[in-house]
């Protein structure tokens, strides 16, 4: 079997497991074929994890956008964590780069607190021959003692500069895991993901465009998620809710008569 092959197997595997236990699975799959762990962690989205910032003391979340090898790069400090022993310290943006991704990070948070009211935001930016590219990443969990559950967005997007305009490509995934258990509902588990990609060309006279002009790319983008996860996710388990009600109540209506029957025997 090819390397191309054992990828699609893998990637198939992941698709038909729980959506919650990809994570996990993942790391199963890598374990057994360390081969193909740098193209399964491009290609697998997973939920984000969260790691602390040694100098500033923020959390910051991690994907392989701002992995290099074992480390991950904060956005507060710009440095990796842990340290990298090489002489370039790991990819880091250019000067003129880092002071956008500072802004854009700034400009997230403020979007994340009112709109999640709460949770952490991480961007990542990275040079390319003709233009950047970036990556968007929000988290939020619900607090302990109401449940588990978790809304991951992670937005990357690429900017080509053009004479006065640039085309923005982005792509956005949004990982949602709910989990409920009690003695009277039981065990519940909504898990899955959804991906949209949308491009646009868009005036650009600064620096600071690019950065209302992904921001309201990616509002738009999580608006249009959260309508269809609404729609496609709670609406289908309030369908299933009612079928099941609905099963129940059919029984009792078909088996009147013959309970009556033996009530009154």
Known sequence: ??????????????????????DANLDRI??????LQDELLESVDVQLKIKRCSKTKRDFLCCDYNRDGDSYR???SNEF?????????????SERLRGIEIKMGEAVDI??????EGGISSI????????????VLIKKTTPQGKGEGSWDSIHVFEATDRARTAHYKLTTTVILHLGSSSESLGQINLGGNMV???????????????IVNLGRMIEDMETK???????????KARDIIGDLRSIFESYLTFNFPNLKQALLR
């Open 124 to 135: 990542y930016f990275w040079d390319l021959d003709d233009g950047f590219a970036g990556v």
């Open 225 to 235: 998620h959260r309508g269809m996860l609404n729609e496609v996710y709670f609406g």
């Open 1 to 22: 079997m090819s390397n191309d092959q054992q990828v699609d197997a893998a990637l198939d595997l992941l698709r038909r497991l729980p959506p919650a236990d990809t």
């Open 74 to 76: 904060s956005p507060w």
């Open 30 to 35: 890598i374990t057994l074929a360390p081969h």
């Open 111 to 116: 979007y994340r607190d009112l709109y999640y």
């Open 196 to 210: 949209y990609q949308k491009e646009l060309d868009l005036p650009v006279e600064d620096d600071s465009s690019h």
């Open 81 to 93: 964590e842990p340290p990298i022993e090489d002489d370039d310290g790991g990819t880091k943006p």
